[in-house]
């Protein structure tokens, strides 16, 4: 799976290493209550915009760490 910026939160969590790399970032959303019920329609690029995180790195990191390959 290729993350985007189009890439929805929902389609990371539950992934340690992704939650990792978000965590990061610092990556406010993710202990955000409010954020539970937009986590479906809230895009990685969106995020990066609004908190200032540089969205070239943080996907990066996410697409090494989720399109390793089979070992």
Do not use: H, W
């Not at 290493?17 to 202990?31: G, I, S, T």
């Amino acid at each position: 799976m290729e993350i985007t910026k189009e890439t929805v939160l929902a389609d990371l969590m539950g992934n340690l290493e992704a939650e990792e790399v978000l965590a990061k970032f610092e990556v406010p959303c993710l202990f955000c209550p409010r954020v539970q019920d937009e986590m479906g329609s809230l895009q990685i690029g969106t995020i990066c915009e609004t908190y200032g995180i540089d969205c070239e790195k943080i996907l990066e990191e996410l697409n090494k760490v989720l399109n390793k390959p089979d070992e």
